[in-house]
């Protein structure tokens, strides 16, 4: 089974700041990982993922997020927060089946201007 | 960017009652999936479908939930008989091939009264 810690349901930077979304994965086969973010009213939007490869890994909007085996973590870091990145994000792992992508339970990030 | 379309985006329905949530995957998808998101839960995988079978489902998808694609575009989630914690938002995705990312939709707020 897989499944995803994300340490910190609510998480408040100031404008400009440094992002840290918090991700550990727990998985007995390579994972997948990927991390969504969902604004208010919207559906799920992919990030980023990892998959294999290169450890760290670029997406939308200026976010990054390493893949750290020994750890056991994918933090998601962005350098300079804006006000346009406040919403829900989501960490999340599947095996190379694909079948069945497992979510954690999401953390909130409030940015203040 | 190509979508995934859900409709209606609010469905609000008494206990008892059958509900059919539709979703209108990208065209060239070939798996389908349901999530569901719990007010302040994380996003619950309930079942995959590929080539016009049930490929995987969570212990949450019991006899009263079954999904069908009828006509080669529309794929529905049919929940039987509403119960009070049927109240989620529930997201349809798809994707092509099982190595590529899901497209999630805007998704379907459910409200059982």
């Known amino acids: 089974a897989q499944s995803v810690t994300q340490l910190g349901s609510h998480v408040s930077v100031s404008e400009g700041a440094l992002v840290l979304l918090r991700c550990n994965y727990s998985?007995?086969?390579?994972?997948?990982l990927f991390w969504y973010v969902q604004y208010p009213n919207q559906g799920l939007q992919l990030l980023l993922k990892y998959t294999t490869g290169a450890t760290l890994v670029k997406g939308i909007n200026g976010f990054e997020a390493e893949f750290k085996k020994s750890e056991t973590s994918f933090h998601l870091t962005k350098p300079s927060a804006h006000m346009s990145d406040a919403a829900e994000y989501f960490c999340?792992?599947?095996?190379?089946?694909?079948?069945?992508?497992?979510f954690g339970i999401g953390t909130k990030l409030q940015v203040i201007p | 960017e190509p979508e995934v379309t859900q409709t209606p985006s609010h469905q609000v329905t008494q206990m008892g009652q059958e509900v059919i949530l539709r979703c209108v995957p990208i065209s060239n998808h070939l798996y389908f999936y349901w999530y569901r998101q719990i007010l302040g839960q994380k996003v619950e995988f309930l079942v995959s479908f590929y080539n016009n079978e049930i490929s995987e489902k969570s212990e949450i998808f019991d006899d009263q939930f079954s999904v069908e694609r009828p006509d080669g575009s529309n794929f529905t989630l049919k929940i039987r008989s509403t119960k009070l914690e049927d109240s989620a938002m529930y997201f349809c995705?798809?994707?092509?091939?099982?190595?590529?990312?899901?497209?999630f939709g805007s998704g379907t707020q459910l409200s059982v009264l």
């Open positions: 999340a792992v599947s095996d190379h089946g694909y079948q069945k992508v497992t």
């Open positions: 998985s007995s086969v390579p994972p997948y």
């Open positions: 995705a798809s994707r092509r091939v099982t190595n590529e990312k899901l497209f």
